[in-house]
């Protein structure tokens, strides 16, 4: 049976996703985003880049994440979350990830009478071969 | 041509500010690309992330990364919200180059955005780290 957020323990497994993020997934993405670098859209241009071909946009994998803490935590995620990452590796057209999280500590900010508690995760989003291309933390309310 | 603005910004250059008021068709275009039928519902809210990534456009086009030669890359983003964001509210994005500098030939750079909404209120803040290469030495 699952849990209120508000019974969440240091522990706790966040519910991650796997995604396939396509060409058009990133084709998409920067026409809702606005961000049509070449290094995301253009073959030619992307093989003469360190990556030797076309990458998803890093704000798209961070998106992926977001979304994991926005189905984890649907009333709180939005109003007073925080993340920090690091974009690791490049996730390329074609590749499958996977997203995690993992409550790490929670802090009551406040008095215990009046307090809120803030969950501690870490985050972070696997390409197919199990290493990272984004990997963060993220603090979020838990009521 | 001119060089681009991430050559010669030093720490303190600011940015903007920009409109990133996202309409209910830029939104629904911005969920469908991340998740489509997967993503969650997020009602009349905003995700996060598409402000943010509206901003962050605006910053990419002002640097003028990938000009040039250039090739950029996102090493690092932070991001906090003080409350949602409703789909086709006015917010107002305001950014500061609060660090740069060159190491082995690779140009760091982070970039502070306030988010404020049509009263003045901040209700987010990001910061963006990009490494450049490509730039001619100076």
């Known amino acids: ?143 | 041509m001119a060089d681009p603005l991430i050559s010669t910004a030093v720490a303190g250059h600011e940015f903007g500010p920009y409109d990133v008021t996202i309409p209910a068709e830029r939104a629904d275009a911005y969920a469908k690309a991340v998740g489509g039928d997967e993503s969650p519902d997020y009602g009349n809210h905003l995700a996060p992330m598409m402000v943010i990534a509206a901003a962050l456009t605006e910053l990419i086009g002002d640097l003028g990364l990938f000009t040039g030669g250039l090739q950029t890359v996102h090493a690092g983003q932070e991001v906090s919200w003080e409350r949602a964001i409703e789909i086709g509210e006015k917010v107002e994005a305001s950014g500061r180059l609060v660090a740069s500098s060159v190491r082995r030939g690779n140009h760091f750079a982070t970039i502070a955005v306030s988010y404020t909404d049509a009263a003045g209120t901040e209700i987010g803040t990001s910061s963006t780290t990009i490494i450049v290469t490509g730039e001619l030495p100076r």
């Open chain 1, 1 to 143: 049976m699952s849990r209120g957020i508000s019974d969440r323990v240091v522990g706790d497994a966040l519910s991650g996703f796997e995604r396939l993020v396509t060409q058009d997934r990133v084709n998409a993405y920067a026409e809702a985003s606005g961000d049509h670098n070449p290094i995301h859209l253009d073959e030619a241009y992307a093989s003469t880049s360190q990556f030797g071909t076309r990458i998803a946009h890093g704000m798209l994998s961070l998106a992926l994440v977001a979304e994991m803490l926005a189905i984890e935590f649907p009333n709180t995620w939005h109003s007073g979350g925080k993340i920090k990452v690091r974009f690791t590796a490049p996730i390329f057209p074609g590749e499958t990830v996977t997203t995690y999280g993992e409550i790490t500590s929670i802090d009551v900010i406040g008095d215990e009478t009046g307090g809120i508690r803030i969950a501690t995760c870490t985050v972070g989003c696997k390409k197919p071969d199990g290493t990272d291309a984004v990997t963060g933390r993220a603090t979020v309310p838990l009521e």
